[in-house]
């Protein structure tokens, strides 16, 4: 069963960081693109960032570059978003998803992140 899950939301202040991870299982990790994706209910979702499958070409929304970093430990079957210089408008849900063929496929639940004072 293809699956991802993610973990690691929470509530945190402004200026502050937050590492999400996201657990695959189910297909081989190491041969696709995967994708960290945030929804809201004002702007809904929101492309966030895109790794490749050696995870060594990365891209970023405007609004997260130099903040926020995607990574992969393909051995761990592990993909990660570590988001630093947190702002109120990054509130949102988040969710990692897997490429197939430059569209995402499979999505994991989500992990909801609160950032307030």
């Known amino acids: 069963q293809v699956q991802l899950m993610e973990s690691g939301g929470g509530l945190v202040q402004p200026g502050g960081s937050l590492t999400l991870s996201c657990a695959a299982s189910g297909f081989t990790f190491s041969n696709y693109w995967m994708y960290w994706v945030r929804q809201t209910p004002g702007k809904g979702l929101e492309w966030v960032s895109t790794i490749n499958s050696r995870g060594n070409s990365t891209l970023y929304a405007d609004s997260v570059k130099g903040r926020f970093t995607i990574s992969r430990d393909n051995a761990k079957n592990t993909l990660y978003l570590q988001m630093n210089s947190l702002k109120h408008e990054d509130t949102a849900k988040y969710y990692c998803?897997?490429?197939?063929?430059?569209?995402?496929?499979?999505w994991g639940q989500g992990s909801l992140v609160s950032v307030s004072s």
């Open positions: 998803a897997k490429d197939f063929y430059n569209a995402m496929d499979i």
